[in-house]
């Protein structure tokens, strides 16, 4: 089975710009979230899709958005960029609608300048 | 808030044994998972722990006190791969499925 799958797996970007990341979950998952990664914060949660519905948002700015399509695969989207921004942003599908164990992407690196 | 502590790093010879604890400051959770991160990788599940005691995987046990707000995991006969950041996590219960890590901890294994 293949696993998490992530694009692009790098990209820089200038403030001001946005930014749509790709997330194809493992077939038949159904729950997919999303994580920025940083050196200083670790692993912060942004939000949860299951059957395109976004059920849990974590405490990050309006800009940062997703959505989750009938295939399972998810995108988000960041806007208006800010240098704080750049991080290492992982998606992570579950089977189920409260399974503990995640299967993680290995990561968008987005960097702004 | 929901919060959860571990030491930022720490350092073990080859074949010894190493504890990773993890407080946590958060209630009404499904249970405790513990991930390994290799640098430039992407975070692996390793264990859960839904209810109090000890699970036991090969070389890895993970364990969890709800009553003490703790948990541990142990990695038994320590190999030099084994040296990684390894995050614990909360499942919270939210109606949905949300996931709180602690900050990591970084083990070094040392010859």
């Known amino acids: 089975k293949a696993g998490v799958t992530q694009t692009p797996r790098y990209l820089i970007k200038t403030r001001g710009q946005q930014v749509t990341l790709s997330c194809s979950p493992i077939?038949?998952?159904?729950?997919v979230s999303w994580y920025q990664q940083t050196p200083g914060q670790g692993l912060q949660f942004l939000f949860e899709?299951?059957?395109?519905?976004?059920?849990n948002k974590g405490n990050f700015p309006g800009r940062f958005s997703g959505r989750q399509f009938s295939n399972s695969r998810s995108e988000m989207n960041v806007s208006t960029l800010e240098l704080g921004d750049s991080a290492l942003y992982l998606c992570?599908?579950?089977?189920?609608?409260?399974?503990?164990?995640?299967?993680f992407g290995p990561g968008t690196r987005l960097t702004v300048t | 808030g929901q919060s959860l502590e571990q030491p930022s790093e720490v350092t073990a010879v080859e074949g010894a044994i190493v504890q990773i604890n993890c407080t946590y400051q958060?209630?009404?959770?499904?249970?405790l998972s513990w991930y390994q991160q290799h640098d430039g990788g992407a975070p692996t599940f390793l264990s859960y722990?839904?209810?109090?005691g000890l699970e036991e995987t090969g070389r890895f046990s993970s364990f969890l006190s709800r009553s003490d707000s703790y948990g541990y995991l142990l990695l038994q006969e320590l190999q030099m791969k084994d040296s990684a950041s390894y995050f614990c996590?909360?499942?919270?219960?939210?109606?949905?499925?949300?996931?709180?890590f602690g900050a990591g901890t970084r083990l070094f294994v040392k010859a």
């Open positions: 992570a599908s579950s089977p189920g609608q409260s399974s503990y164990e995640q299967y």
């Open positions: 077939s038949g998952h159904r729950s």
């Open positions: 899709y299951f059957s395109e519905t976004q059920r």
């Open positions: 958060t209630s009404g959770f499904y249970g």
């Open positions: 722990n839904a209810l109090d």
């Open positions: 996590a909360v499942s919270l219960d939210t109606g949905g499925f949300k996931t709180i």
